[in-house]
């Protein structure tokens, strides 16, 4: 397999990470997304409606009537023209994303219960889906016509991403399980143990936890997925962030990677930087974390706290911004970078 | 049961008291009468009513239940879903019990302004507020007190808890401890309801005879209530034994465990309807947990799905076997949850609107009763708090709740006599 790393950016360097823009939605923030040209960052919020911020000026466009719900996911075509929104409504519904006046293009009906999260495929074919209603949904991303239904997760869906080559898809769920589905034939090739993000917690008889977020390395020769440990509350947010490192080829984890003292922590998304570390977005009690890790050791080498809570992180195209999603309802842009580069 | 809560409240520390080596200390050395009015007792045993109770543990979110605000800012990502009732919508989260709703009432203006669990629960169950100079019996006990037959093979205060041990609660106050709850840890049989094994049938016979002649004979010079109360706990005992068959919820055809379900909280609504067709009086199902502080909603998908189907199913077998007409169902917490959403997802403590839900014997169907306001934060019509509701369950299956106990020769009101029931929702 070749490396398909991009060159690390210009100026890159998360020791010197800081805020650069906050805009506020008129809503707590769920979750958020950069879409491929990197012009905007969308934000689903505690309402109906999704939020679209231009990057240049903050500008705020509502995209208003798609959903009866939340808005849980975000995903777009690979050319960046259309924007996909999964809402607690079970409903996949699609926009023109540069719109003045977005409208819904076309509402899909795809789960039963919420539709937690999507995932286009490298070549722009395919959008996956995954549900509470325990199932992973393949769609032609074109026609919005379903592909394959994929069965064999034993709780919620809560995270999905496409290999590098788009042969693979990779989803978590609610009991720690990563299932990897072959996208030609949906057979179900096996599984990552990822059981050590999952708690069921007999006192208060809850399953907690999950594979909240998922990551694959650009050369897919590492998996990673995050979530929470040593839930010993779960009712009332005592838990630690935690990421699990696989490898790529053997499907064996090779690593936990920790982050000491942010009780009250989960790790909600995780994405690769072009050096080759890795990206941890981290909500708890403790604030809103980004977490840094080299994938050759357990412990994080920086963290850059924000101003509140987060729930959902994004990588901007350029491998340089980072969108954060935060409950004091603010989307918040961050450089990875000095403030003079 | 020690029912863990995500912030730690007094009920979490609750001592049950043990089953006193066996079932013996279950006399009552409580009131040996019951009502001041000897009518009121003979109209109770000629009904046979029943109670049962589902104790949501830990403070259920009605906006995530029974009163649903979708599309504000406090109503949370779930839809309301319409019900057999036009006209009443609830939770998507509840699709089954939608269906049963022309048997329910949802009583959704419900303040009782106390945001402690153990002080929540302590209303809810017994109708008063917690004083240091009083204590009250709970609602189990009262309705073993008022309408067990006196030759009640079964218990009259049943709870089934939703793990641990078994054992007797500390809940029946000046009633005495005849009617505290004998809990079912898990659905299981009342602990020490088996012979040991060393005990032959027939050596265990010869045992009990023999303290039956001693006891006699006691009785024949010195007959106290202490010691009445004493035979009794022996009575019941062998009773008990007699009836284990009636907790074994295995028992039960295939068909409907299968119908219920393969869960704890299925066998537990499975368990209270053997219970309550054994004659049991009063049964109380408790399902763990809903003090959400964190992740709120996707806590109330776990737990309501369970809760959806073994509830829905329950209401709908006792309504198809004739017996709704004499079984109060009531669906309790220690309060409601914040119609705030907090910065984990979650919802708090919050007493002043939420809603309890009603069903059966006199009560109607149904309805809707009260009203909050567009958000959920308050009350804005029919506005009600513990002692109206313990009033009216009690009224709801013929106990005069404006009537006394007779505790010793000491009249004591069965409910809190500066209250009243809800009228609105009797028939």
């Known amino acids: ?341 | 049961m020690k029912c863990t809560y995500s912030c730690n409240g007094a009920e979490h520390a609750m001592a049950r008291r043990q089953f006193l080596a066996g079932i013996a200390a279950s006399a009552g050395l409580g009131g040996l009468g019951v009502f001041t009015s000897p009518l009121a007792a003979e109209q109770l045993s000629s009904r046979r009513k029943r109670v049962v109770v589902f104790n949501m543990h830990g403070g259920l979110s009605q906006l995530e239940s029974w009163d649903p605000k979708p599309g504000t800012e406090t109503g949370g990502p779930f839809r309301s879903i319409e019900t057999s009732v036009p006209g009443i919508r609830i939770s998507e989260l509840l699709p089954e019990v939608a269906r049963q709703m022309h048997h329910l009432c949802l009583v959704r203006g419900v303040n009782t302004s106390e945001d402690d669990h153990g002080k929540g629960a302590y209303m809810m169950l017994t109708g008063r507020r917690q004083t240091p100079a009083a204590d009250y019996p709970y609602l189990g006990a009262v309705c073993a007190k008022a309408m067990a037959p006196g030759d009640s093979p079964l218990p009259g205060h049943i709870v089934i808890t939703p793990g641990g041990g078994g054992g007797r609660g500390a809940d029946s106050a000046y009633l005495g401890p005849r009617y505290s709850s004998i809990a079912l840890g898990n659905g299981k049989p009342p602990q020490n309801t088996t012979r040991p094994g060393q005990v032959t049938e027939s050596i265990d016979s010869a045992r009990n005879d023999f303290r039956k002649r001693v006891s006699d004979r006691f009785l024949s010079r010195r007959r106290t209530a202490v010691t009445e109360a004493y035979v009794y706990s022996y009575e019941q005992a062998a009773k008990l034994m007699s009836k284990r068959d009636a907790f074994d919820v295995s028992r039960e055809p295939a068909r409907d465990q299968d119908r219920y379900g393969k869960y704890d909280l299925a066998r537990h609504c499975l368990l209270a309807r053997r219970l309550l067709e054994q004659g049991a009086t009063f049964v109380q199902v408790s399902h763990s947990n809903y003090d959400t502080h964190n992740e709120n909603f996707n806590f109330h998908i776990e737990q309501l799905g369970e809760f959806d189907h073994a509830f829905a199913t329950f209401v709908a077998d006792l309504a198809e076997r004739g017996m709704l007409d004499s079984t109060l169902i009531v669906v309790l917490s220690e309060f409601g949850r914040t119609p705030n959403i907090n910065l984990y997802y979650g919802r708090d403590h919050w007493s002043r609107a939420w809603t309890v839900v009603m069903a059966g014997a006199k009560v109607q169907r149904g309805i809707a009763h009260g009203k909050t306001n567009a958000k959920g934060t308050e009350v804005v019509d029919g506005q009600v708090d513990h002692a109206n509701l313990f009033h009216t369950y009690l009224q709801a299956v013929g106990v005069d709740s404006t009537d006394n106990f007779d505790v010793e020769g000491r009249d004591v009101p069965i409910a809190d006599p500066a209250s009243r029931l809800i009228k609105q929702v009797l028939s």
Request: charged share 20%; with cysteine; hydrophobic share 40%.
């Open chain 1, 1 to 341: 397999m070749t490396d398909s790393r991009a060159p690390v950016p210009a100026g890159f360097d998360p020791k010197q990470a800081h805020v650069t823009a906050q805009w506020r939605a008129d809503a707590p923030l769920v979750c958020c997304r950069f879409e491929p040209k990197g012009r905007f960052v969308f934000c689903g919020l505690e309402s109906a409606v999704v939020e679209r911020f231009a990057l240049a000026d903050g500008k705020k466009v509502p995209f208003a009537g798609g959903h009866e719900s939340w808005v849980f996911s975000l995903a777009f075509s690979h050319d960046g023209a259309r924007t996909y929104t999964g809402g607690g409504d079970g409903r996949v519904t699609v926009w023109e994303t540069a719109s003045d006046a977005p409208r819904p293009v076309q509402k899909i009906e795809a789960h039963r219960g919420w539709v937690r999260a999507m995932s286009m495929s490298p070549d722009g074919a395919f959008l996956a889906t995954g549900g509470n209603d325990r199932l992973v949904k393949i769609w032609h991303a074109a026609t919005g016509s379903l592909a394959r239904e994929l069965k064999g997760h034993a709780g919620h869906v809560y995270s999905l991403e496409f290999s590098p080559d788009g042969k693979t898809l990779f989803s978590g769920d609610l009991m720690g399980v990563v299932n990897l589905w072959e996208v030609a034939t949906g057979r179900l090739m096996g599984s990552l143990d990822a059981k050590a993000l999952h708690t069921y917690e007999g006192g208060q008889q809850v399953d907690f936890g999950g594979v909240r977020g998922l990551a694959i390395a650009p050369d897919a020769k590492l998996i990673a997925a995050g979530g929470l440990h040593k839930a010993s509350n779960p009712l009332g947010a005592v838990h630690e962030p935690l990421v699990l490192l696989f490898d790529g080829q053997s499907h064996k984890q090779t690593r936990t990677l920790l982050a000491d003292a942010i009780t009250g922590g989960v790790v909600w998304r995780l994405r690769f930087l072009a050096d080759g570390s890795l990206m941890g977005a981290c909500g708890g009690s403790n604030g809103g974390i980004l977490l840094f890790w080299k994938t050759d050791a357990d412990k994080d080498f920086h963290r850059f706290t924000l101003p509140n809570i987060l729930r959902d992180m994004d990588l901007h195209p350029d491998g340089l911004r980072v969108a954060t999603s935060h409950h004091d309802r603010h989307v918040r842009i961050t450089r990875l970078g000095p403030k003079s580069a």
